[in-house]
């Protein structure tokens, strides 16, 4: 069962736009069971989409296609797939309807470009988008099925998790191939490695380990192959316990879980609050905590403090802490969380205080330099890290070690 | 000039790391003038990585590569390169000293995973890879020019910055291509489509448009191709002085800029400072104002105030308003800019109170609702927007609503 896909954009091709559908259609097809083998990207023009198809034809079951379906006129993917499937357009009057009833929701005229995106090929079946604009197209040809959806993200996740992704599983049974994530924050990559050699020399030849970092996370991958789904996932189980006796105090959660994920839960079963109190970061931990629904049950609010002038008033910290210390230091660190943990009567509070860059710093601090500290009841405490120097990765490694040092207190307590 | 990219690693398959390289090499060969034809995303597996070159073999001048270079098991592009340029691995000195002088720096004993990366392939060149372990190799085989990088961004943009790029562009000369982005923001694609139709049509043969929309902000861009740069460049830019004749009111910047940092320039250049009180943006705001380098110059701080309490105790809204219209609604965001405003002592400060979703909706207040306020020294500005149901699209759709009423407020002062 193999599936290939096709990302069609100018804009991918020179960069000014990231990919994010491909990954999100991979992981889909990966868990229903599909080898996706191939992603192709390639530019809007006739020649160079028919080659990607070609490619394709033959070599796979499902190909999915996104982008190149907008109103606009650098837009040629309903035309080109027209030509290869040896058809032409046709006004379907259902989905003009559809359009029409949506601009008037969205108090939007309709005009002639948002007409003609209700012509669709006649040999397809049409898939009708409730999220946009854009209908999506499902053909089959010599044993293949090819579905065109708009690149749009929220558009396509709709149009795949509504009617692609039901009629796909319908249609297909397949070798089982499990997917577990180990989540883990505190090393680096060969480090792990290092760690994990006797793990993974004892894996059985069916489950593979693959080490994917991320700011500073690395997500552990053991994907596993059989034909039997129980046995399989006990296999699997196993392994996990494993990895489990093997680095404990590395591993914060499973699956996609991210570390605010699991701090939700944390705080949500031990019904404590968190608040921040954050200059480096900018705001960057009061966003990825508020990022969670439901964040408001034990999320109540932070002080962002860039100013020096806002550590003290507001948040407490005195004049000579930072004229003695430096507003980068333990000691503003330390006072910002105590501060916020009692101005927003939380239980728990982070402070930040560092050098994201790419200027502002010393001999002594050297931009990357972070100091994070978490005040709870019964204590403050505080690390300093020292990262690279790019500004908008610093921020967020910043983030993901205060959410850590975080994650560690609430479990200690 | 043609050049391919393929990145290589499970991960990008089934969908568990968005391929962001492409993106950026992608940008960087076609600002070197290379027309970047195809993008490719294989397994770490031997038959497809070699299926990959075979396909761009013969049809491309550049081959870029990046990923499984990594000092894990599951990393192979080492040896599949090996095998398909008919050469061995052989330890590299000078790259084993780098390998240890980083240890030593980071503190990390020094183990035979990565000394393995210290090993290359005889018949390539190496490039030396100071922002990490894994050395980029350089082949060249009958008239392509095959670079291998790791996949870690950083390390692939050291390599490329550094080493790649200036080599390719002293290496091949070819046609001239401009881009040119004019950023917008305030309108849908379709409709912005409708006005620029006229604008469309009169565009020159070698000039192409292309929309590119994301989170509401929509980037026109401009492609042009001839043979003499500045002959071009002057056709360009009387078509971007068509644009802002034709759309004054939507244009808030030019190439990558977003909004945030043509409020940083704003507020520099006219001495004004801000400040934000946030609530259903849960920080996203501050985030994006402090993620621009510099930004201490012109953001002093801001209150996310989650919960209600924060709300009334610390941004002084009062608690009928909060009673008689409600946590989310004109009053409350108005009243959070004005105390933010008066809190931390800024010429600007922006309120926002809304429901970012799934949970919290109502019959008269659906969610995707959101009241943004700009409270200035002159007077309190709000505006209500609906979008959709999707928690993270919905912070990021209020934020960037919030930053363009900021930047319209700046301007009209």
Known sequence: MKAAIITIGDELLIGQTVDTNSAWMGAELSKSGFDVYRI???????????????????????????????????????QTLCEYFNTHLVMNNEILSMIEEMMIHRNFPMNNKNR?????????????????????????????????????????????????????????????????NIMTYGTFEAKLAEILTTFETGLPENIKLAYLPASGVIKLRLTGTGSDYNSLSNLINEQVDKLYETIPELIYGEDEE????????????????????????????????????????????????????VKTQLLGVQDYIITKHGAVSENTAKEMAVGARGLLKTDYAIGTSGIA?????????????????VASEREVICEKHVFGNDRITNIKRFSLAALNLLRKQIINH
């Open 40 to 78: 192709i990207s390639v530019h809007d023009r006739r020649e160079d989409i028919i080659y990607a198809l070609n490619e394709a034809a033959g070599k796979t079951d499902v190909v999915l296609i996104t982008g190149g379906l907008g109103p606009t006129s650098d837009d040629i993917t309903k």
């Open 357 to 373: 860059g790419p200027d502002g710093g010393t001999e002594v601090k050297s931009v990357g330099t972070v100091w994070i500290a």
């Open 116 to 180: 003609s995106q209700a012509e669709v090929p006649e040999s397809c079946r049409v898939l009708k988008n409730a999220a946009g604009t854009a209908p999506g197209m499902w053909f089959e040809k010599d044993g293949t099925i090819y579905i065109s959806m708009p690149g749009v993200p929220h558009e396509m996740k709709y149009l795949m998790t509504e009617l692609v992704l039901p009629e796909l599983n319908k249609r297909f049974t397949s070798q089982t191939i499990i997917h577990k």
């Open 258 to 309: 991210s570390l605010e994920m699991v701090i939700g839960k944390l705080l949500k079963s031990t019904k404590k609050t968190v608040s921040t109190a954050e200059s480096c970061t900018g705001g960057e931990i009061a966003h990825l905590l508020t990022s969670v629904a439901g964040s408001s049950a034990y999320y109540k609010g932070s002080v962002i403090a860039y100013a020096n002038s």
